[in-house]
């Protein structure tokens, strides 16, 4: 009976270092596959954060070229404006001075 609890004492103790050992390499396993994994999470941020960049640059870009074209059409409207107006002054002119002179 000495033999037998010696044994199986043994046998929970074998048994405890194994459970130890492999608790040891899952968790040295599990930490370096967080490691790898936050180092990709940090490599996909920068890449977003690169993308993000051009795509603020392109988009300024394209806002100073829609103010420009803005700006051009507005002095091509206020010019045409102007010339509405000078004929419709002229027009105005001459009939006054075939009324008054005519």
């Known amino acids: 009976m000495y033999y037998t609890c010696n044994l199986a004492n043994e046998l929970v103790d074998w048994f405890n270092q194994v459970d130890a050992t492999y608790r040891t390499d899952l968790r040295e396993l599990n930490e370096l ?58 027009a105005t002119v001459a009939v006054l001075v075939r009324v008054y002179l005519g």
Request: proline share 0%; glycine share 2%; hydrophobic share 45%.
């Open 33 to 90: 596959n967080f490691a790898r994994f936050d180092a990709k999470v940090e490599q996909r941020f920068v890449q977003f954060e690169q993308r993000f960049v051009q795509l603020e640059a392109r988009m300024d870009r394209t806002l100073a070229e829609q103010r420009e074209f803005r700006e051009r059409r507005l002095a091509e409207q206020t010019r045409g404006y102007y010339a509405a107006w000078a004929v419709q002054v002229a």
